[in-house]
């Protein structure tokens, strides 16, 4: 089991700023593709940014490219994602997990014990 825990979720107003943090306990996280997604109520969970195990490739959905960054950090064994610039509509609880596949960043490559509880993000003023 790959489980992650992911942290750092808040409530925020519009235009402002979170970095959200995402932990391995047990393994090595840089062996490893990892993504971020996203569940709103009422919607599909999906994919939002992802990052390969070296780091040097990434996805970004269209729309968070230009706002959001994912990063990794070796040596915290912990895998980042900052948000800028967020808008009513990124209001959903984020999950990070790993994946197989960089490019395609979608949920549906995450075995389902292997998601975790989430950090809830919530938009508005």
Same mark, same amino acid.
């Given at each position: $089991?790959?489980?992650?825990?992911?942290?750092? *979720? !808040? #409530?925020? $107003?519009? *235009?402002?700023? #979170?970095?959200?943090?995402?932990? !391995?306990?047990? =393994?090595?996280?840089? %062996?490893?593709?990892?993504?971020? =997604?996203r569940? !709103?109520?009422?919607?599909?969970?999906? *994919?939002?940014?992802?990052?390969?195990?070296?780091? +040097?490739?990434?996805?970004? /959905?269209?729309? &968070?490219?230009?706002? =959001?960054?994912?990063?990794?950090?070796?040596?915290? @064994?912990?895998? %980042?994602? $900052?948000? @800028?610039?967020?808008?009513?509509? +990124?209001? /959903?609880? %984020? %999950?990070?997990?790993?994946?197989?596949?960089?490019? =395609?960043?979608?949920? !549906?490559?995450?075995?389902?014990? +292997?998601?975790?509880?989430g950090? $809830?993000?919530? &938009?508005?003023?």
């Amino acid at each position: $089991q790959l489980q992650l825990v992911e942290s750092g *979720g !808040a #409530l925020v $107003q519009p *235009g402002g700023s #979170l970095r959200l943090s995402c932990a !391995a306990s047990g =393994f090595i996280l840089d %062996y490893y593709h990892i993504g971020w =997604f996203r569940q !709103a109520p009422g919607k599909e969970r999906e *994919g939002v940014s992802c990052i390969s195990n070296s780091g +040097d490739s990434t996805y970004n /959905a269209d729309s &968070v490219k230009g706002r =959001f960054t994912i990063s990794r950090d070796s040596a915290k @064994n912990t895998v %980042y994602l $900052q948000m @800028n610039s967020l808008k009513p509509e +990124d209001t /959903a609880v %984020y %999950y990070c997990a790993v994946i197989h596949t960089v490019i =395609f960043c979608s949920p !549906a490559e995450v075995r389902s014990h +292997d998601w975790g509880q989430g950090t $809830q993000v919530t &938009v508005s003023s």
